[in-house]
């Protein structure tokens, strides 16, 4: 797939999916961002010109530059806006019933070539595949936030997913200017299964006073050379969707070494999910 000469699709306006709108509307190609609500796409839209803006600040991108991408974007509350999209990526909230339910939607409504990926962190690809008449055309996308910055995508082969598929993958990611690893569809995948266990792991040290907050971080920062530390990180990923990640994990592998720490639970449970509601390990008023 080329810039300029295919449609992409994207599904979800939140964080994930307007950077992946961004990444493939900067990268040449027309793209169009469908979510339930108009207030959900108008606040992707503002999210995306302002990161824009900022790229053109720092000399990365030209303003004509800016100007030919956001004219590249469209968006709209109805899925039949996809229906001629080739490739279309799925970045709606982490559940699969959810994301099960829209994938047989979109079957029923795309050409029979097209294929769909998903954004999943950490559910099954084989179990979204299932769920259409194309399991073949079916694979993981899994871009890391801030998908704009960041220059990796893990792809990811489902049980009846073709060497077609993913080499269509790899592909794009190369035209995105991304780097794509690829992973087989196991829990967490390769990114989270060994991400989460360490964060988890800082949460209990939080949880058992081992140290603060900041201690913690402080030592994987100085020590280990992290540019942010995991408890800092956990927040800005979202509380809520690292618990959601560590029951996959732990559910999928059965293994109690992935059993999320309570602390994280009750944090969830409060409300206090990380730089999204301004509380969750540090404050951010």
């Known amino acids: 797939m080329q810039p300029g000469k295919e449609l992409i699709g994207v599904v979800g306006a939140g964080t994930m999916g307007n950077g992946i709108a961004q ?45 030919e991408a956001l004219g590249r974007l469209s968006t709209s509350t109805s899925l039949d806006a996809l229906a001629a999209a080739r490739f279309v990526v799925e970045a709606i909230v982490e559940d699969v019933a959810a994301k099960t339910a829209l994938f047989a939607k979109l079957d029923a409504l795309l050409v029979s070539d097209a ?18 008449r194309r399991p073949d055309k079916v694979c993981g996308m899994h871009f890391m936030n801030p998908a704009p910055l960041m220059g990796l995508v893990e792809l990811i082969r489902g049980e009846a997913t073709s060497d077609h598929t993913m080499s269509a993958a790899f592909d794009l990611c ?59 990180l956990a927040d800005f990923i979202g509380l809520d969707v690292c618990l959601a990640i560590l029951q996959v994990l732990h559910e999928g592998l059965g293994d109690p070494k992935y059993r999320p720490c309570p ?10 999910l990380g730089r999204k509601t301004g509380r969750g390990f540090f404050s951010y008023a």
């Open 23 to 67: 990444v493939f509307a900067q990268a040449g190609f027309s793209v169009v961002l469908v979510d339930v609500a108009q207030p959900y796409l108008d606040r992707a839209r503002s999210t995306i010109e302002r990161s824009l803006a900022k790229f053109v600040e720092k000399g990365k991108v030209t303003p004509s530059n800016r100007d």
């Open 115 to 132: 294929v769909l990926a998903s954004n999943t962190s950490s559910i099954s690809i084989t179990r979204l595949g299932a769920a259409t």
């Open 174 to 232: 190369a035209a995105l200017g991304k780097t794509a690893v690829e992973a087989a569809d196991y829990p967490g995948f390769l990114a989270n299964r060994i991400l989460l266990p360490m964060l988890n792991e800082a949460f209990f040290a939080v949880m058992e006073g081992v140290g603060t907050p900041e201690a913690v971080d402080t030592v994987m920062k100085l020590g280990m050379n992290h540019p942010m530390g995991p408890l800092a």
């Open 263 to 272: 602390l994280l639970r009750r944090m969830v449970d409060a409300g206090h």
